[in-house]
């Protein structure tokens, strides 16, 4: 990672298609509890009357819209959001929703797989939680497997057939973030630019695209001493698609300049490589820990299509060029690019 590469102004271009899931990768879903039957799918929610602009406390238009739904149609939909809940959160256990009530639906258009947002509230102390409902994407799903498994975050999420339900992930948006709180007195900035630093390395080693500083939260974790952070993604659409290595590359994007700025100001070059081999030696214990699980996904994806021959081909030549290794080139898919920079950690070790 080089703090001083210049930003480009914008690597992706257009949205990408949405891969269906194929079946082995259903079956590997059904595996581990990533799947079971569910009691609504995404296109029963498009069924709503009416949208509203929804506005953040200042005034600010958020980019969602708040849906209404007539009333034979409403109580439905809430019904079964509340069960779509229990699934995700107790495994199906409904007397957790004793006391619950579907607050609001909101869906935002812009996003790639055009997401609803489900507000579920307790009645008895106003307390809520948000989970989304989706267009199941392969790659996504890919993303969010990977997550799980090699990162130090754990993903919520269920999907059957076309529908694809996530958890919410809680942190502050990274770009709100790098406006309100970067200047804070208390801020340890020394941890946070670590923390950029092994997210950067996360991202290049399993490919995960377009994290940009809208496309991640920073949970802030109070300790004794200081603060600690850590940034999690929040959208995997780009798992593995782009043909350039630099979409991989989070300190690329011009939105994450406040944070690379952070890294310039803050870390060194050897802090910044102790920093990128802790995270490769932290992916590597996590790859040996999950070896089976992680065996079994790259097979489920292995012979798929995630993206266009063209964008394989040239991220193949790249990541040869990045990693010093020819075998890269003659990759079948993208699924086997993502293995083979995985397996680079082992020859890096």
């Known amino acids: 990672m080089n703090p001083h590469d210049e930003l480009p102004e914008k690597m992706i271009q257009k949205k990408k298609a949405i891969y269906p899931i194929p079946r082995a990768l259903d079956q590997y879903l059904v595996r581990f509890s990533r799947s079971c039957l569910l009691p609504i799918d995404y296109d029963d929610l498009l069924r709503h009357a009416d949208a509203v602009a929804l506005y953040d406390k200042g005034g600010v238009d958020t980019l969602w819209s708040t849906l209404t739904y007539n009333s034979y149609d409403q109580e439905e939909i809430h019904r079964a959001l509340l069960e779509v809940y229990a699934l995700l959160r107790s495994e199906g256990d409904a007397t957790i929703n004793r006391h619950l009530f579907v607050d609001r639906i909101d869906l935002c258009l812009y996003g790639n797989t055009k997401p609803f947002r489900i507000r579920i509230v307790n009645s008895l102390n106003d307390n809520f939680e948000y989970f989304y409902i989706k267009k199941a994407d392969a790659s996504r799903v890919f993303g969010l497997e990977l997550e799980h498994i090699l990162s130090p975050n754990r993903i919520a999420f269920l999907c059957y057939k076309d529908t694809l339900i996530e958890d919410h ?35 290049v080693l399993r490919l995960l695209g377009d994290m940009h500083s809208s496309n991640f939260v920073i949970d802030v974790t109070l300790d004794i001493d200081a603060n600690t952070y850590r940034i999690r993604p929040i959208d995997f659409d780009q798992q593995c698609y782009e043909p350039s290595i630099d979409v991989y590359r989070p300190h690329s994007y011009k939105e994450n300049a406040p944070y690379v700025d952070l890294v310039a100001t803050d870390l060194d070059a050897n802090s910044i490589a102790q920093y990128q081999r802790e995270e490769r030696a932290l992916i590597r214990k996590r790859m040996k820990a999950a070896s089976a699980r992680l065996n079994q996904l790259l097979a489920a994806v292995t012979d798929m299509a995630l993206a266009p021959e063209s964008h394989l081909e040239q991220l193949g030549r790249e990541l040869a060029e990045y990693h010093g290794h020819k075998e890269f080139l003659g990759a079948s898919s993208m699924a086997k690019l993502v293995q083979l920079s995985l397996s680079s950690l082992e020859q890096k070790a």
Not at 175 to 186: K, Q, T
Not at 190 to 202: G, I, P, S, T, Y
């Open 169 to 203: 992930v809680l942190g502050i948006p990274g770009d709100m973030f790098a406006r309100v709180y970067l200047g804070d007195l208390h801020l340890n900035r020394v941890r946070l630019a670590k923390e950029f630093v092994k997210f950067n390395e996360r991202c």
